[in-house]
């Protein structure tokens, strides 16, 4: 379920994302930041799997993600 949320470089704090698709209480998400090198629009998701457009961004190697449960 992709879902859009901007975020500014640095450290960002109690950030929002807008969901497309119903979630349940219960169901686990998947919270991964995405860069926007290449691709054709800034601002759109553009990433398919190993593809290089708006890949997932990484730290010491580890991507930059984190799983929660919704309420």
Known sequence: ??????HKKGENMDVAAILTEN???????MLMVHGEDGGMKTGIFEYTLGAKEDGPIKKDGKLVMSTITAK
């Open 1 to 6: 379920m992709p879902a859009r949320s901007y």
């Open 23 to 29: 979630v349940n209480s219960g169901d686990m998400l």
